[in-house]
């Protein structure tokens, strides 16, 4: 089909969510989405839908906005990639302004506001109590302006509905018919909190603002962005980083009808083909038959990477934590065990393909872009156009996917510098096989633990090595110790729900040559557990010991982690017969600020396949905002980390990323994913901890554990279905 004659043009024009809602009929046209701007969609209200720059005359707080016309809108400094974050951020303003949560606008926050980076599951730990004071404060101001309007007391005035309520005269007031008289009192420092005893959203399950828009496809996330005036650019770097173009058939891209453009970074180490659409610039890209100069880095390849991890195992080596002489426990030791785990490298591959839109002026630049980061991607606007960052405008928008890919910049940096050299607006689109190969990869690592035993084989010392990347270095270097540690690697190895009389940990820091590595879902969390919790359930056996008993004997002076384990073991039926050809493994962790433990029970009727029959998870993360929501996050996280520890690893030959698509980058499918998943959420008043990593982290040992009671040897490398493993046989 032509993609240019006026009558497919026409069809083009046909929305792609339009599409998706009458059914799929017209599928083949969904190339052209059709312009939706904003501004068409600041009136509707409660949908989850996001605005921009609404005007009112009540804004007590960064985050809050009500115009004389009712119209309420919270400005959220978190964005929303599917983890629920904007339907339990509006839940704690609502509970104390007294709102219906489907009631209000969402804007996302601009940057400059401070750290507005989301990640690493702190959003709402880090706005459990700023968005509550937020609410508080303003429902303080307009019932201080309702009484004043009434003449009474404001303790006897409540708010309900978008509305203050005088209970003892039946009057009630809508908040825009006194938020101008609002607007003029002096915003309380200290306001009142609710009473943990009077919330009726906080605790209890809600359904998500952004649902209905997610399903009927009228949410805009930046693959959406439409702008007056646009072309679409697709890009490709060389295929080994730190490679250049040595030559290209330009004019051959510039004969494909609708390509206007070819585009080359400054370092000469990506091209990116601009045209009237992504099919368009797709097919200039490949006329254009690039040749490389690889550079130095196209002899690596994987074995490089692990054999220079594998040699920090040994040599000088930075003492991130130590309690006691663990060295020496452990020299004179009567029993010591000592085992090695390895962790490959990691692709993000969100569902949402790469994508950024900028429009570079001599006067400004708008930049709309999907992003974990929204002030990096301001800055990195502002220092490639030379533009003052006041004159950069970040529109952010959903994220179809993040898991850490989106806490990087680079693609928002690589698409202002196309945009800065043609005069229209620019989106560029990363294929999907460019995002896996040229993806900020989650870091390979090894790990080494030595433990001193008891007669009863529990630990008296335990040394840890870690050694691999420091991201932190790269990606926030004051973070990093003034030793060159990367703190983040002790999440879930120094904090853990078990302690130790004897205690050293260590890192040896090994950057992988060739590759950029990056945060990844569950961060260091997810590193850590498989290690941890896969050493534990080694010296139960070695011990000869239940490892539910085992971890129970560990955990007795901690309540809140022997709490969930119990919870999980009575809920599996943990020490019941299991049907023939299956086995259980557990999971205790603490992470994130979160206890949680996990048990699944699988089935392997070969080395080679795995059937996760039922997973039983008990969580106590606090108090819990929206139940259904932590509820999601624990299933959504087990199935995306168990579908990298069954099958994920990057792989290099010659400097270049193996897997390409999702032919080779293995996702576990529908008819894969576990049978059951029970959650119990234990009742807790601890302020809240994170969730959105939880399951993820939890994913990995908690399989590898099954795993290894199925099949009668331990797994100690991931993925767990790698021929390498067969190395692991004991």
């Known amino acids: 089909m032509s993609t240019h004659s006026p009558s497919s043009t026409a069809r083009l024009k046909t929305g792609r969510r339009r599409v998706l809602q009458a059914g799929g009929a017209l599928l083949l046209a969904t190339l052209w989405p059709t312009p939706r701007g904003r501004a068409a969609q600041a009136t509707q209200a409660g949908t989850g839908v996001l605005v921009e720059g609404v005007a009112t005359p009540f804004a007590p707080n960064a985050f809050i906005r009500i115009a004389a016309d009712n119209t309420i809108t919270l400005i959220l400094p978190n964005i929303e990639m599917g983890q629920g974050i ?26 400059g506001g401070g750290a507005e980076i989301t990640g690493g599951s702190t959003s709402v730990m880090t706005e459990w109590l700023p968005l509550r004071q937020a609410g508080a ?5 307009l019932v201080q302006a309702a009484a004043s309007r009434w003449g009474v007391a404001p303790e006897s005035c409540t708010t309900a509905n978008g509305a203050v309520v005088h ?21 309380p420092k200290k306001p009142k909190l609710k009473d943990a005893a009077n919330y009726t959203l906080v605790g209890r399950k809600h359904h998500r603002l952004d649902s209905q828009i997610k399903v009927d496809g009228t949410a805009r996330f930046g693959m959406d962005v439409q702008v007056p005036g646009m072309k679409v650019g697709t890009v490709t770097a060389c295929p080994v980083q730190g490679g250049t173009v040595r030559s290209m058939n330009r004019n051959a891209a510039l004969a494909v009808n609708g390509v206007h453009a070819v585009l080359v970074t400054d370092n000469k180490d990506t091209v990116c083909v601009v045209a009237e659409h992504y099919w368009a610039a797709r097919k200039g890209l490949k006329a254009l038959h690039i040749q490389w100069d690889f550079g130095k880095n196209a002899a690596i390849t994987t074995q490089t990477i692990y054999d220079d991890l594998h040699a920090g195992l040994n040599g000088p080596a930075i003492v991130a934590n130590a309690k006691a002489d663990a060295p020496g426990v452990i020299g004179k030791a009567g029993a010591t065990y000592t085992a090695t785990y390895q962790q490959p490298l990691l692709a993000h591959s969100p569902m949402e393909p790469i994508n950024c839109t900028a429009h570079v002026r001599p006067d400004g630049c708008d930049v709309w872009v999907g992003t974990q980061v929204a002030e990096r991607a301001r800055d990195t606007a502002a220092e490639i156009t030379g533009l003052p960052a006041s004159k950069i405008t970040v529109h952010s928008q959903y994220i179809g996917g993040g898991f850490g890919r989106r806490l990087e910049h680079e693609y928002v940096t690589q698409c202002v510098q196309f945009a800065k050299q043609v005069p229209y607006p620019l989106k560029i689109v990363w294929s999907r096989e460019e995002d896996i190969t040229k993806d900020r990869y989650r870091p390979a690592y090894v790990d080494k633990l030595t433990a001193a035993l008891d007669d009863k084989g529990y630990i008296t010392a335990l040394q840890h090595r870690i050694v691999g ?15 060159g540690y990367d703190e983040d690697l002790s999440l879930a190895t120094v904090v853990t729900p078990y302690t130790y009389p004897a205690y050293r940990l260590e890192f040896a820091r090994r950057e992988a040559p060739g590759i950029t590595t990056a945060w990844w879902r569950g961060v260091g969390g997810t590193r850590g557990l498989f290690v941890v919790e896969g050493f534990i359930d080694e010296l139960a056996a070695r011990a000869g010991a239940d490892p539910v008993a085992y971890r129970r004997a560990m955990v007795q002076n901690n309540p809140r982690a022997l709490a969930v384990l ?21 999971a205790l962790q603490f992470a994130f600020g979160s206890y949680m433990a996990s048990i699944a029970e699988i089935e392997m009727p070969s080395p080679d396949e795995v059937i996760i029959h039922r997973v039983t998870a008990a969580v106590d993360c606090g108090q819990v905002i929206n139940p259904d929501q932590v ?13 990298a520890a069954m099958y994920n690893e990057i792989t290099l030959e010659n400097g270049r990323v193996q897997q390409q698509n999702f032919n080779t980058w293995r996702v576990m499918r529908m008819n894969e994913a576990p049978r059951r998943i029970d959650v119990v959420v234990m009742p807790s008043k601890e302020d809240p901890g994170g969730i959105g990593e939880v399951g993820t982290a939890a994913a990995a040992p908690l399989l590898a554990n099954a795993m290894a009671a199925a099949q009668g040897r331990r797994y100690r490398s991931l993925p767990l279905l790698s021929a390498r493993n067969t190395e692991g046989k004991e």
Request: without cysteine; hydrophobic residues 45%.
């Open 86 to 111: 904007y339907t339990s951020s509006v839940m704690l303003m609502a509970e104390e302004l007294g709102i219906d949560p489907f009631a209000v606008q969402i804007e996302a926050a601009p940057p």
């Open 137 to 141: 404060a303003a429902r303080t101001m």
């Open 167 to 187: 209970a003892p005269s039946g009057r009630t007031v809508p908040f825009g018919d006194v938020a101008e008289a609002a607007a003029k009192l002096p915003v």
């Open 469 to 483: 990347p420091a991201v932190v270095a790269r990606w926030d270097p004051p973070e990093l110790t003034k030793d």
């Open 566 to 586: 119990e919870r999980a073991a009575a809920d599996a039926g943990w020490g019941t017969p299991v049907p023939k050809g299956r086995a259980r493994g557990v």
């Open 631 to 643: 509820i999601a996050q624990i299933e959504g996280g087990l199935i995306f980390g168990f579908s």
